[in-house]
């Protein structure tokens, strides 16, 4: 990563005091001198001081976790439901030398599938930002089955876009974007509630209102009994992974989640 990057995440407010940081300290990596704010470190093999005094370098945490239902995506509790951070061991919440770890996005209570955890701020940033448009592909189970008719009209509907969804508590009501809706089969290896002979189907958005997959299919005249996130940007959940369980991401995932 960037040497300016690495030191703004560890404490520096702004990129302005990191350079003045570079000018008027001594930092060094491996040995050297190092005046340009764009160095690329490496956060797995390089030592980094600054005057003589030892910083360790660490690498961010990146993780996925298959979130279960009756969990809560928020550290703040009420007393009635558990919390997914309850899942990780203290080292992992609060790393030696990194930010705390923090979920990238959230889940509904009675929604299950991926989370990305991360120390990494910018990267959640990047992913969470309306501006940026990162699809999320969920799959969704209906109360009332569709004929091949319906599921047409689901779908130009949703790919149209312009779909008025009514406002729902303090959400106000909205105008959708363009999504895609297919009818997978039951061999989809996502399908949790395989051989219920419930009625699904996969959602992908670009956009995330309060309660938006659950709004879209009422707006349809429809009801979403079952709801699974099985993917982020370019992260697909990985299907192995029970409920409730984590894993970290490998180096090939991690370059995945931050491609554009």
């Known amino acids: 990563m960037r040497l300016d990057d690495f030191f703004t995440e560890h404490g520096f407010k702004t990129y302005r005091a990191v350079r003045k940081l570079l000018k008027n300290k001594n930092v060094t990596v491996n040995g050297v001198r190092v005046l340009e704010p764009g160095f690329r470190l ?119 876009g312009n779909l008025f969804v009514k406002e729902e508590k303090r959400a106000p009501s ?16 996502y399908c949790t509630l395989s051989g219920s002979g419930l009625t699904f189907c996969r959602l992908t958005l670009t956009e995330g209102k309060f309660h938006q997959v659950k709004r879209m299919f009422a707006a349809m005249g429809n009801e979403v009994i079952f709801l699974k996130r099985i993917s982020m940007g370019n992260l697909f959940l990985d299907a192995s992974l029970k409920p409730g369980e984590w894993r970290y991401l490998c180096e090939r995932e991690i370059l995945q989640m931050q491609e554009r």
């Not at 558990?82 to 009675?110: A, C, Q, T, W």
């Open 42 to 160: 490496n956060t797995k093999s390089d030592s980094l001081s600054v005057d003589g005094e030892s910083v360790t370098v660490s690498s961010h945490i990146y993780l996925m976790m298959n979130k279960c239902q009756g969990v809560v995506c928020t550290t703040v509790l009420d007393g009635w439901n558990k919390s997914v951070y309850s899942m990780f061991p203290e080292d992992l919440l609060h790393p030696k030398n990194l930010p705390i770890l923090h979920s990238v996005g959230r889940l509904d209570i009675d929604t299950e599938g991926l989370l990305v955890f991360t120390t990494d701020g910018k990267l959640s940033h990047r992913l969470t930002t309306p501006e940026s448009h990162v699809k999320k592909t969920y799959l969704v189970y209906l109360r009332d089955p569709c004929d091949e008719a319906e599921r047409k009209r689901y779908c130009d509907t949703f790919a149209d």
């Open 174 to 189: 909205f105008r959708t974007k363009p999504a895609l809706l297919e009818w997978p089969d039951e061999e989809d290896e």
